[in-house]
T-cell receptor, first 112, second 111 residues
Framework: SQQGEEDPQALSIQEGENATMNCSYK?????LQWYRQNSGRGLVHLIL?????REKHSGRLRVTLDTSKKSSSLLITASRAADTASYFC????????????FGGGTRVLVKP | SQTIHQWPATLVQPVGSPLSLECTVE??????LYWYRQAAGRGLQLLFY??????ISSEVPQNLSASRPQDRQFILSSKKLLLSDSGFYLC??????????FGDGTRLSIL
């Protein structure tokens, strides 16, 4: 099974609303990363949070990490139509070297 | 700055034909290189991982192989494609313990 699992699988919101998606994982990690993918394109790195960090911000993005629950959340505030994309969490497990394990992703649709 | 190039963008191949997808990285030395496959609407599955020239780790048994003939070149190959090889193939690079940077992918359709 996948190390990272996102929830929900799909999310539809109005422009200006906040979008929250969650990621759960199974094993101990060095860090957790969030990526964005526009349809038919490669992934773009958004933010990395290390296992000793609890919260991180980057612009309109806020990521939290709870290692006791093995979960993370990504919040996009004041969403825009251009935020429409799929969002993936990826874990860098302690035993996996520099390899990442990706979840199935959350498809976000922001309606204008 | 570093850039990653992946080609072709789309490819249609008949069953049983060979495959060669190429990925090159510029602006960095000794990167870690990765090949992923993504099924429609799904996450990424790591296929191959390389930490240096000639060093390839295969993550899943399959019909594909990878080679790294030069420091910044990563090639994904098959001698005989199967229908199940269809998908979206992504190449990525990273430094040690750094985020991965992805190419724009190759959409492979097998007929």
């Amino acid at each position: 099974s996948q190390q990272g699992e996102e929830d929900p699988q799909a999310l539809s919101i109005q422009e200006g609303e906040n979008a929250t998606m969650n990621c759960s994982y199974k094993t101990s990690i060095n860090n957790l990363q969030w990526y964005r993918q526009n349809s038919g394109r490669g992934l773009v790195h958004l933010i990395l949070i290390r296992s000793n960090e609890r919260e991180k911000h980057s612009g309109r993005l806020r990521v939290t990490l709870d290692t006791s629950k093995k979960s993370s959340s990504l919040l996009i505030t004041a969403s825009r139509a251009a935020d429409t994309a799929s969002y993936f969490c990826a874990t860098d497990a302690i035993t996996a070297g520099n390899k990442l394990t990706f979840g199935g992703g959350t498809r976000v649709l922001v309606k204008p | 700055s570093q850039t990653i190039h992946q080609w072709p963008a789309t490819l249609v191949q008949p069953v049983g034909s060979p495959l060669s997808l190429e990925c090159t990285v510029e602006g960095t030395s000794n990167p870690n290189l990765y090949w992923y496959r993504q099924a429609a609407g799904r996450g990424l599955q790591l296929l191959f991982y390389s930490v240096g020239i000639g060093q390839i780790s295969s993550e899943v048994p399959q019909n594909l192989s990878a080679s790294r003939p030069q420091d910044r070149q990563f090639i994904l190959s098959s001698k005989k494609l199967l229908l199940s090889d269809s998908g979206f193939y992504l190449c990525a690079w990273s430094g040690v313990k750094e985020p991965q940077h992805f190419g724009d992918g190759t959409r492979l359709s097998i007929l």
